[in-house]
Every structure is written in C-alpha cells, then in structure tokens.
C-alpha cells in the first residue's frame, strides 16, 4: 500500500499564513495547539475554574481578530508572546467586569478618589518557555501524526525522539539507513511547514 503524500501545495504556507488567510483547518489547528497553553496562563492569573472556558473563548477571539496584524517586527516577538499578552487583556477585561475591586467605604468622596486609581492589570507568573515550548511540541507532532504511514512514523519517532541510531532503526525496519533518515527528515519538514514559525 502506498503512503499518502502530503499535499505539499496545500501546506506550503505555514499554518499562521493559512489562519491568516481564514483557512478553518488552519484555526482548529492554532486553537488545538494554543488552548492548553491560555488555559494554564488563565489558572495561573487566579482565575476560578468556572470563568476559564469564557477567558478561553475571549482570547481565541481576540486572536483572530488580531491574527492579520500579527508581526514580528523585532527580537523577541513571538505568537506566544502576543497570546500571553493577549490573555493578560482578557483577564484584566474579566476581572474588571466582575467587580474585583474593593468596596469603598468612606461616602463619594473617597469612591472618587478610588476611581482616579489605575486599575491593576493582573500580571501572571513569569513564564518557563521551555516547558510551554515542549507543550506545544507536543501538540504540534501529535497534529501531523496521522498524515504519515506508521512505519515512517516510527522511524522518525525512534531516531527524532528516542535518539536511535538510523543504522539499528533501519536494521529493525529492514530497510537502509538512508531510508530511515528520509522518513525523519519528511516528518521534520511537515512539522517546519505546519507550524516553523509558531514556535520560535
């Protein structure tokens, strides 16, 4: 049985280009890859359980409305960075609209002075990138999994994540080296395709 080819025409353009252009596989794989990660940054701002699912939706709007002003201008801009940011907003828009702020006790006056307070943006605990990266990692190979015949899957996975030698994977196999590097390195670039630029 043959194994199915990626349509290399229709993912040349990596998956923030194809959300961009209003592909609705593009967004389902976005929020599918994201989600998880808004949804941590959301229980670590203090939000309750209850609220998380609505600050979720709120973000995932604000992305896609956001989504064709998204640049990356300078060092260090990042699509993480601008969901982080975004997710801050929400939060702070969430905790605004739920009243979290004192009542003032004192009469007008001092309920004058309070207004004249800037509101505190929640800030949510420094971040460790390296966990978030695996996170989406993770989640990314998860997504292109099913595009390939499990052979070649397991010889990406052998030699891509558990660190084998193509020699003894190919041996196993019972096909060449070479075989085995061309199947990781067929994998490798669908995961650069789909989400490269995502993840920097």
């Not at 993912?11 to 890859?33: C, F, H, I, K, P």
């Not at 993480?80 to 009243?99: D, E, N, P």
């Not at 509101?119 to 990692?137: F, M, T, Y």
Request: a negative charge.
């Amino acid at each position: 049985m043959a194994e199915p080819r990626p349509d290399l025409g229709a993912t040349s353009l990596t998956l923030l280009d194809r959300a961009r252009a209003n592909e609705a596989d593009a967004w389902t794989r976005l929020v599918a890859l994201y989600t998880p990660l808004v949804r941590h940054w959301c229980i670590a701002g203090g939000l309750q359980s209850t609220d998380v699912d609505d600050v979720v939706q709120e973000v995932c709007r604000a992305a896609l409305a956001g989504l064709p002003t998204f640049r990356r201008d300078r060092a260090g801009d990042t699509f993480r960075g601008w969901l982080r940011a975004l997710t801050r907003t929400a939060l702070a828009l969430h905790f605004r609209r739920r009243g979290r702020v004192p009542v003032a006790s004192g009469g007008n006056a001092a309920f004058a002075l309070l207004q004249e307070v800037a509101e505190p943006v929640p800030e949510l605990p420094e971040d460790d990138p390296s966990d978030e990266i695996r996170g989406l990692h993770r989640r990314a190979v998860e997504l292109v999994r099913g595009e390939f015949e499990d052979r070649t899957w397991q010889m990406f996975w052998l030699t891509a994540a558990e660190d084998q030698e193509p020699a003894d994977v190919a041996a196993r196999f019972g096909v060449t080296p070479a075989a085995v590097r061309k199947a990781k390195s067929r994998v490798l670039r669908r995961l650069r395709e789909e989400i490269g630029d995502l993840l920097d």
